[in-house]
């Protein structure tokens, strides 16, 4: 292992900690993603260019990842209704609603949903539905930054309503 490649790694690893948490909000996921992040650093070691960016080139990664295991995870949890309409629903496979506090709970959330303006409402639904960020401004023809604002907004003020369901 190149010396100089070792310590920029070992350099970095406080703030993609930092980083990590931040894109997963979660301490023991931000500990996964700064692992996973480091183990692709080294075995793509050969593909970075000295004297370059490492900082931003470590940045990048954990990103990508990060958003790779996020559509992993919304693949896996939709699945499609096989009956006449054939709708798409983005829950988990063994949601059904067989409980009734699963049922109020789902019931909940989407009335928290209804409730918001839909400037708001429309970009978090179609961000819920796996659009990009990129392809939400395109379709609705707003700036890149006022959907992630309305969808950062839409987040916390939905955290802030469901704060009893969790």
Not at 33 to 47: G, P, V, Y
Not at 127 to 132: A, I, L
């Amino acid at each position: 292992m190149n010396d100089s490649f070792q310590r920029d790694l070992v350099a970095v690893q406080d703030e993609l900690l930092r980083y990590a948490f931040k894109l997963t909000m979660d301490r023991d996921e931000a500990y996964d993603l700064l692992q996973e992040t480091s183990l692709k650093a080294l075995d793509n070691q050969d593909k970075y260019t000295p004297d370059t960016n490492f900082k931003g080139w470590m940045y990048t990664i954990m990103r990508n990842i990060f958003i790779n295991n996020y559509r992993k995870t919304v693949r896996d949890q939709t699945f499609v209704d096989r009956t006449d309409n054939l709708y798409h629903l983005s829950l988990p496979q063994d949601a059904g609603f067989a409980s009734t506090e699963s049922a109020y709970d789902t019931k909940e959330i989407r009335r928290a949903v209804n409730t918001l303006p839909r400037e708001y409402r429309v970009p978090f639904a179609m961000h819920v539905s796996g659009f990009k960020y990129r392809e939400i401004a395109e379709k609705l023809s707003l700036p890149l930054g006022t959907v992630k604002s309305r969808i950062f907004f839409t987040r916390q003020r939905l955290q802030a309503q469901l704060k009893d369901f969790r």
